[in-house]
């Protein structure tokens, strides 16, 4: 059987993004290593054992082929990342009141109820609550 084990996410800032994803969106810091250079390696997860098996790499993406990957995904509204929630609309006002800008508020589209906000490090992110 094959399983997701890390999938990345390019960010402008892997220091702000790791701030971003742990102290706002609540993510638990899984690896942090310090590359030198000002290089770092870190993946963040699910907090309190939600997914143990499952990472998020916070990549550098100042390279030209995640700049163009990056802007246009951006450009056009498209989410790099889709997160879950259980909660879509308490979600939705505990980020905003922590000062998230969301590009739409929560909406229904098909099976899920979605909502989309700027990650303030390049990126777009969906979350989603199952309407089933």
């Known amino acids: ?3 997701v084990a890390m999938t990345g996410v390019y960010v402008d800032d892997v220091a702000a993004a790791h701030a ?4 706002v969106l609540g ?5 942090h ?10 993946a963040v997860g699910a907090p309190a054992g939600a997914q143990p098996d ?11 082929i995640a700049q163009a990957y990056r802007g246009a995904l951006y450009d056009a ?7 879950s ?3 879509l609309r308490a979600e939705y006002a505990r980020l905003r009141a922590l000062g998230v800008r969301f590009t739409h508020p929560p909406q229904r589209q098909g099976p899920v109820l979605a909502a989309v906000f700027d990650d303030t490090c ?8 199952s309407r089933e």
């Open 1 to 3: 059987m094959i399983k």
């Open 77 to 83: 509204g498209i989410p790099c990342i889709v997160f």
């Open 20 to 23: 971003f994803y742990t102290d």
């Open 27 to 31: 993510f638990e810091t899984r690896l």
């Open 33 to 42: 290593r310090d590359l030198g250079g000002g290089a770092l390696f870190v």
């Open 122 to 129: 390049g990126n777009l992110v969906q979350l989603i609550q």
């Open 54 to 64: 499952l990472q998020l790499l916070l990549e550098p993406g100042q390279g030209p």
């Open 85 to 87: 929630v259980d909660d």
